[in-house]
């Protein structure tokens, strides 16, 4: 089947989909935090180890709306190397970003190269799980610990990963996630936050519903950002299947990896020590003078017949012409190196692993 897309979105079976919805025709209760976002929302804390948790209508304002109920000003530690989403959440809410380098193995923000970026103005950290590769989250606690810095980590990849047996809602202030259709847990559009502190959880809920306190009290400067009763239904039905969905990937992985791993040039998703991948995306680096052929002629080689391989992340977020040339890429040079030599390769449970062998021929085939 063609084309091959970088990932396909699962789907529960349509019939429990539709059982799913059913008792909407009868209660015509859709949204404004109905019965089936408040069960998705016990269910999601529960599945991701988080102390208390809230679903808002997309991850990005997930991100935002956070960053806000924190009530941050001045400076924002984070990363250049994730989707657009991460760096214009920290601006559009009135924060600075400053940009970190990432580790060049996990891809993560490096946290030997914090301290010298913190100065009297930063307020907190906003490192990312790329591709669910945990962050050094030990040593990011330390650090902000140690200069009273707040950490929000931006797990949209991380759904369903596990470090040291625990899921990605433990970590930090907060976590948020997204369940965007291309992630391996979805409810169409949507995202969520997990964090340790009830009365932030009693900000973001106001945040995400203008800013009511009650319907005669508008205490915040909000707006709408609510999960409704069909998505959450569709995250109902998915996380039943999310543990089946994870294996299939896992199979994909692993076909990957025995057909890649020893290439001269090729740098696949690292593995790390503790932590239980969720399979989420397959990138690879392509190092041109090792293996041959640079990251763009795989990725065109590919295209042309019909799989279509996605450059997560280029180009960086500190090169994005909306911020006017306020940053600089080369100023996280190793996130500059990786965002030219990466290319992800479709990953998704459905993908037949004939066609895994197939990509892995028309990739070794673009060496000199
Ligand atoms: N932080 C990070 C680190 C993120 O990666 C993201 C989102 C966010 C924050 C923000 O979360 P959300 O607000 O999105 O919940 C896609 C996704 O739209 C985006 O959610 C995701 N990251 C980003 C990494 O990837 P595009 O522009 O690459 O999507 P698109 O439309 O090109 O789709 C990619 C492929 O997915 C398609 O070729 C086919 C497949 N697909 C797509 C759609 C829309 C499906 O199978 N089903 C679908 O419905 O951004």
């Excluded at 280029?314 to 012409?321: I, V």
């Amino acid at each position: 089947m063609r084309p091959i897309n970088v990932t396909r979105s699962a789907m529960p079976p349509f019939a429990e989909y539709c059982e799913e919805i059913r008792e909407l025709w009868d209660s015509r209760w859709l949204t404004n935090m109905g019965v089936k976002h408040e069960r998705l929302r016990e269910e999601l804390a529960d599945y991701l180890d988080a102390p208390y948790m809230d679903i808002l209508t997309n991850g990005h304002l997930s991100l935002e709306l956070s960053l806000q109920a924190l009530e941050l000003e001045g400076e924002v530690i984070t990363t250049p190397f994730t989707f657009a989403s991460t760096t214009q959440a920290i601006v559009r809410s009135g924060l600075t970003p400053v940009f970190c380098d990432v580790d060049p193995l996990t891809l993560t923000m490096d946290p030997a190269k914090i301290e010298p970026l913190i100065t009297e103005r930063t307020c907190a950290l906003v490192p990312v799980h790329v591709y669910g590769n945990f962050c050094e989250v030990e040593a990011i606690d330390r650090i902000a610990q140690r200069h009273g810095l707040r950490v929000l980590y931006d797990a949209a990849h991380a759904f369903g990963a596990r470090y040291k047996g625990r899921g990605a809602g433990a970590f930090g202030d907060v976590s948020c996630f997204s369940f965007h259709a291309t992630k391996v847990f979805h409810t169409l559009e949507g995202g969520g936050a997990c964090f340790q502190d009830e009365a932030f959880g009693q900000r973001l809920a106001r945040l995400k519903n203008f800013g009511l306190e009650n319907p005669e009290r508008v205490t915040d400067l909000g707006g709408n950002a609510k999960l409704d009763e069909f998505r959450a239904a569709m995250g109902l039905c998915n996380l039943r299947h999310v543990a089946e969905e994870l294996e299939k990937r896992s199979r994909v992985e692993e076909r990957y990896r025995e057909r890649l791993e020893d290439v001269p040039g090729v740098r696949l998703k690292v593995l790390q020590p503790e932590v239980q991948s969720n399979h989420a995306y397959f990138p690879v680096l392509f190092d041109e003078k090792r293996f041959g052929a640079d990251r763009n002629r795989v990725q065109k080689a590919l295209r042309e017949q019909g799989v279509m391989a996605r450059k997560y992340f280029y180009p960086l977020t500190n090169a994005f012409p909306c911020f006017q040339g306020r940053f600089h890429p080369e100023e996280t040079p190793e996130a500059l190196r990786a965002s030219r030599q990466v290319l992800c390769l479709p990953l998704y449970g459905d993908l037949p692993l004939e066609t895994v062998d197939e990509i892995c021929g028309l990739v070794l085939n673009c060496r000199k």
